[in-house]
């Protein structure tokens, strides 16, 4: 084994490090991460640190007690004896690529990988890191939320739905046909309540767009996009808002802590942006009529 190294990361106003112990893994495995990279260790504390070890031991004799939906890939959840967290996190052919463990408050982090190939390997240490990150950081007021988002004078707006809705067609139309607007990130964009006000960031987690932005923006709406026969959109309720959100976040039910601090957070969302309803067509209309009652309600 050789010397540890140790990258330090600033994604959403929050601190990690990830540390690796010897030359099987290094930071090439995390590409997406390089524009959130610090050139030395922050002052401010670490949200967690995970350390990236592929000769840890392993329990297999552990009770699953749930499954994390990571876009249609399944990862196991089981207790640990201490009460943290042991994962296995499959790809799409369920093939094993990676195990983490945690503590209870997700702070320090352990993961070894098994992909036989690079790009499994990347895989099975980008999905650790997030949900090391949303589970650490939910009583934060801090969601990672699946979206796409465009930012559109200076303000990003979060178009939601679940996969293949069209959220991308939305915020591509968006940039086509409406001046000054730039995509933010393209599925998994950091939401944050600071100081009663709602904010945006990119991070490491877009989906198949690779749309990797250190940038962040207040949030100007947020919409849920609905495949329609015509353009319609109407402003949801709270309840109903709610109920639109809580899907779209990642999230741990059985976990209290992190249940607890998603379901705040989206309250508190709810108050500061409230939320939408855009049924559809894929077209240029569409976009406009979104843009014209969301971003100019004020």
């Not at 959403?12 to 112990?21: I, L, P, R, S, T």
């Not at 702070?107 to 098994?114: D, G, I, K, P, T």
């Not at 293949?164 to 393209?186: A, E, F, Q, V």
Request: negative net charge.
């Amino acid at each position: 084994m050789n010397s540890e190294r140790i990258c330090y990361y600033r994604v959403g106003g929050h601190n990690m490090a990830v540390c690796f112990v010897d030359d099987a893994n290094d930071e090439s495995l995390i590409p997406s991460f390089a524009p959130f990279r610090l050139n030395e260790k922050p002052a401010e504390a670490l949200l967690f640190t995970m350390l990236v070890d592929d000769h840890l031991q392993w329990k297999d004799d552990l009770d699953e007690i749930g499954v994390f939906d990571c876009g249609g890939c399944n990862h196991g959840v089981c207790r640990t004896e201490d009460g943290g967290y042991q994962y296995d996190v499959h790809d799409v052919g369920d093939v094993l690529c990676s195990r983490m463990r945690s503590d209870a408050d997700f702070s320090r982090c352990q993961v070894s990988l098994y992909g036989e190939t690079w790009a499994g390997r990347s895989y099975g240490l980008n999905n650790a890191l997030m949900m090391a990150y949303a589970f650490a950081s939910a009583q934060m007021k801090t969601m990672l939320m699946h979206a796409s988002v465009i930012r559109c004078d200076g303000k990003g707006y979060l178009m939601t739905a679940p996969s293949g809705t069209g959220k991308s067609t939305h915020t591509r139309l968006w940039y086509d046909n409406i001046p000054g607007c730039d995509l933010m990130n393209d599925d998994n964009p950091v939401v944050r309540i600071i100081d009663g006000k709602a904010i945006v960031y990119g991070s490491p987690w877009s989906g198949k767009t690779r749309c990797y932005r250190n940038i962040e923006a207040p949030i100007g709406g947020i919409v849920r996009i609905q495949q329609r026969p015509e353009n319609s959109i109407r402003r949801l309720g709270t309840v109903e808002a709610f109920c639109n959100l809580l899907p779209a976040m990642s999230n741990m039910k059985w976990d209290e802590r992190v249940y607890n601090g998603v379901c705040d957070g989206i309250g508190e969302l709810i108050r500061i942006v409230g939320m939408y309803e855009l049924g559809c067509l894929p077209n240029a209309e569409a976009a406009i009529l979104c843009h014209d009652t969301v971003a100019k309600r004020d």
